[in-house]
């Protein structure tokens, strides 16, 4: 499973945080929205807090608790602050798989609560309630990667869902959610439309990447993941790759066996570093694609641009 582990003490701040929101906030939780109140949103981070925002436009208020583009959601730390947040909203919507496990602590804690997972929990049926979706589609295995945003048929599933839990808190603005949902899905399907230009274009062609947050979107374009398997598994361990593996990634990129290098910049590490630059001297296009938003865009927009930036590279080396 490529979900990386949390420190002891990210586990810790987690529980901590949690059992700050149970004795402020009790077993109360926040009181349910009328028809004219703004529902509360929490997502864990920016991506799926702007799913939320195109789905609930004006009658949502949304927050992000992991927003900032430079930072590593993997290793991210909750606070009480986060803990109250969470406490308090009408509709929380994370990730699951264990890549926000923040989120879960602090609901573990509290009750029920409305719950939007974009993946769903081991051996949990998805369409039980508050439970994830039914991701099985093209054969994708969520429990293999987590970083399902970047699946745009879950992102689509997800909206929908979001669509669901809004109507619930105010059934009066249920056909206004699913109108504004459908909005967004015809959006994400122009994406994937796009997705499917690479996979016909590009027939193929081979691709390093130096963490694989890009899993499901490279699969889906039909891209070869070439990155030596030694170097992934050590990334992923938050680990330093061996001498042999690091070899193995230059050699890969010195014999310009890719098309292109997906790049996490929100990953970086002095290996990371080293294979961006050996793949800029050897004139192959560096993509960077990331795990939150860039300030002021869009779930769409970014995607977009991404995808965009995807084509482009591999169209440089036809």
Same mark, same amino acid.
């Given at each position: 499973?490529?979900?990386? &582990? ?44 702007? !799913? ?11 927050? &992000? ?89 879950? !992102? ?63 699969? &889906? ?10 170097? !992934? ?12 593996? !690091? ?72």
């Amino acid at each position: 499973m490529t979900s990386r &582990s949390r420190s002891a003490s990210t586990a810790v701040a987690g529980l901590a945080a949690a059992a700050l929101a149970l004795t402020a906030c009790g077993t109360g939780g926040p009181t349910a929205p009328g028809p004219d109140d703004k529902i509360k949103v929490v997502a864990s981070t920016s991506v799926w807090g702007s !799913v939320a925002q195109a789905v609930g436009g004006d009658a949502v208020e949304v927050e &992000s608790i992991v927003s900032d583009p430079n930072a590593d959601p993997h290793s991210y730390e909750s606070t009480p602050q986060d803990a109250a947040k969470v406490t308090d909203a009408h509709l929380v919507v994370f990730n699951g798989g264990g890549y926000d496990s923040f989120i879960e602590e602090i609901l573990r804690s509290n009750g029920q609560k409305p719950t939007v997972q974009a993946v769903a929990d081991e051996g949990e049926h998805p369409e039980g309630e508050h439970a994830g979706h039914d991701h099985g589609h093209a054969g994708h295995d969520h429990s293999v990667n987590e970083h399902v945003w970047y699946d745009l048929h879950v !992102v689509h599933q997800v909206a929908d869902q979001v669509a669901d839990e809004l109507g619930k808190l105010q059934p009066g603005k249920a056909e206004q959610f699913h109108q504004a949902a459908g909005q967004f899905e015809a959006e994400v399907e122009a994406l994937e439309g796009k997705v499917g230009e690479i996979a016909k274009s590009a027939n193929g062609k081979p691709v390093i990447v130096t963490e694989p947050v890009a899993h499901y979107l490279i699969e &889906s374009a039909q891209l070869r993941d070439v990155t030596p398997q030694s170097f !992934v598994n050590a990334i992923e361990a938050e680990s330093d790759p061996s001498a042999a593996a !690091v070899a193995e990634i230059q050699n890969a990129i010195n014999g310009k066996q890719a098309a292109a290098v997906v790049y996490n910049p929100q990953t970086e590490s002095p290996v990371t570093r080293n294979v961006r630059s050996a793949a800029e001297q050897n004139q192959i296009p560096v993509v960077e694609m990331t795990e939150t938003l860039p300030e002021g865009k869009t779930y769409v927009q970014w995607m977009d641009a991404q995808i965009t930036a995807l084509q482009s590279a591999l169209n440089q080396n036809r």
